[in-house]
């Protein structure tokens, strides 16, 4: 029932362990994706389109003021005087000076004839949002090139009056190279038409798109690139790509290679971690397109993996912590061991006590073997004169001497009380027995015992009962058979005896004693007993 018990307990400790460490994990990992919901890559996610919506607004708010101005500058009456009568070229000039220096990005102003051939012309470098300073000056006859086979030239002297168009974005060219360092630019223009309606050339505005690029992209939670319809990459977070990076080839199919045709294919786009949508309102021919992308995610993919590492680590430390807990769960065994031990072993020399010799008599542990009780005649006169301390470490000694006594024929030792061991001994015959019991006695009659505590040495003196050889019963009798003969010895001042017939009528009539004595205090303690007396009588007196 006990060992049931204990069983269960220790399923039930490990199947707790099991499930409180399956429920604290479970916890973790939910606090783990409630933090996911309102980290800043989850924000990022649901605000996607708000944040493009922004910044396509900013992408019109910043080219407003050039498509203002060309439409403004076309409209001039100075200028429209100039195309018409071909005067105040000097006028014009600085009106395009001053035009230039008051739009931050722009770079070049020019009036192109409807031959290609530049007519005015002013550049340099431009101011951007951060300079107070910038190169501006009106180019010198020698300056002036001819741009008929420039593809923009070609699109702009098309357009119809009042109409402003918008080339593609490219790097700066002058005489067939890439002008360094590299300059993404974006040019409107405008047809130049005289009083009577006839084309005269066009205005052409060359923005650079340095600032712009790095506006665009100045955000906290995302990177932002503009992409043209064919995948191409106008801007890049990463230097490398890009107009102004090294690899101009780099595009959205090597970055989203099983994504970047749905990308090219609709308006919108919602990718895992980006968003992609097509500029409305803004015709260069480009059909361009913000693509925006998490900025954190590298971030967010770190914390999950430490959340991942964290989970892992969690499960082999609870595998780890597991040896414990089933250590922990058979401290009930051990101790009902512990507790049984106690219960069958002498607390001093952990030896089987009488108790262990009873349950092994009782379990017929050992066949063919009778019981030697050795009672030490003088230990309780050395602990009376020396104290517990010394007789304590005295019965140590003993013990020890015997477990390492050298005879074959001891199956096991026992302490069955403070000064009396016993051995379960195999009998053979009694000449083997004898010549044990005179020999043993001998030996450790002569043995000379020291202690610790004092420099004292001591001889112990025995008398030894031994259980009847003649009838091995393997049985509880044994013990009662060597106790008595035991007895005896003591009584008669004998070395050792061996229990025989005369000791079963000794107990016999011990027996009846016994039991005559309780019948006379039960007739006692009933007031039983019925008095007669006889008187005696002086035959003189007669008294």
Do not use: W
Not at 94 to 122: A, H
């Amino acid at each position: 029932m006990i060992k049931d018990t204990l069983s269960s307990y220790k399923t039930k400790f490990i199947a707790i362990y099991v499930v409180g460490v399956l429920i604290v994990l479970s916890l973790i990992y939910i606090e783990f994706k409630l933090e996911d919901k309102s980290d800043v890559t989850s924000i990022s996610k649901l605000h996607f389109k708000n944040k493009f919506n922004e910044r396509e607004e900013y992408f019109h708010e910043f080219f407003y003021p050039y498509f203002s101005s060309i439409k403004a500058l076309n409209n001039n009456q100075v200028f429209k005087e100039f195309i018409n009568n071909n005067t105040n070229k000097k006028i014009i000039e600085n009106i395009f000076l001053q035009t230039k220096r008051s739009l931050p990005c722009l770079q070049q102003i020019r009036y192109i004839d409807k031959e290609g051939k530049e007519i005015i012309k002013v550049d340099g470098t431009p101011t951007g949002l951060y300079h107070e300073k910038s190169i501006s000056k009106i180019a010198s006859q020698s300056e002036l090139k001819n741009k008929s086979n420039r593809y923009y030239f070609k699109d702009f002297i098309k357009l119809e009056d009042t109409k402003v168009g918008i080339s593609k974005i490219d790097l700066n060219i002058e005489n067939g190279k890439v002008i360094t360092p590299k300059q993404p630019i974006i040019r409107f223009g405008i047809a130049v038409y005289d009083k009577n309606k006839k084309l005269k050339g066009t205005v052409v505005y060359n923005i650079c798109l340095i600032t712009f690029f790095k506006l665009i992209n100045k955000t906290t939670l995302y990177h932002i690139h503009l992409v043209s319809g064919s995948g191409s990459y106008m801007n890049h977070h990463n230097k490398n790509y890009g107009l102004l990076g090294e690899d101009t080839n780099y595009s959205l199919k090597d970055e989203f290679p099983n994504k970047y045709k749905e990308i090219l294919t609709y308006n919108e786009y919602f990718g895992e971690k980006f968003y992609v949508s097509k500029i409305s309102n803004f015709d260069n021919g480009q059909d361009l397109r913000l693509l925006l992308e998490l900025k954190f995610d590298q971030l967010s993919k770190q914390k999950k993996d430490t959340e991942n590492n964290f989970l892992i680590l969690a499960l082999i430390l609870s595998a780890l912590v597991l040896p414990l807990v089933i250590y922990l769960a058979k401290i009930p065994d051990l101790l009902n061991k512990k507790a049984k031990e106690s219960k069958y072993n002498n607390h001093l020399t952990n030896l089987p006590n009488r108790l262990s010799l009873m349950q092994d008599l009782q379990d017929n542990k050992y066949e063919n073997s009778i019981i030697i009780l050795i009672s030490l005649s003088n230990v309780i006169k050395i602990q009376n004169t020396y104290g517990h301390d010394i007789s304590d470490e005295l019965i140590l000694s003993i013990s020890d001497y015997l477990v390492n006594y050298d005879d074959k024929n001891i199956e096991k030792i026992y302490m069955n009380n403070y000064h009396v061991f016993s051995f379960k001994y195999k009998y053979t015959n009694d000449k083997t027995l004898n010549k044990f019991l005179k020999k043993f006695q001998d030996e450790f009659e002569h043995k000379v015992f020291k202690v610790c505590i004092m420099p004292i040495e001591f001889s112990v003196h025995t008398t030894i009962g031994i259980s009847d050889p003649y009838n091995l019963n393997n049985s509880i009798d044994e013990l009662q058979e060597a106790e008595n003969a035991l007895d005896k010895a003591i009584e008669t001042k004998t070395s050792y005896l061996i229990y025989g017939t005369e000791h079963k009528k000794n107990i016999e009539q011990n027996r009846k004693n016994l039991l005559a004595a309780q019948e006379i205090k039960i007739a006692l303690d009933k007031d039983s007993f019925v008095i007669f007396f006889q008187p005696i009588y002086n035959n003189k007196t007669k008294k």
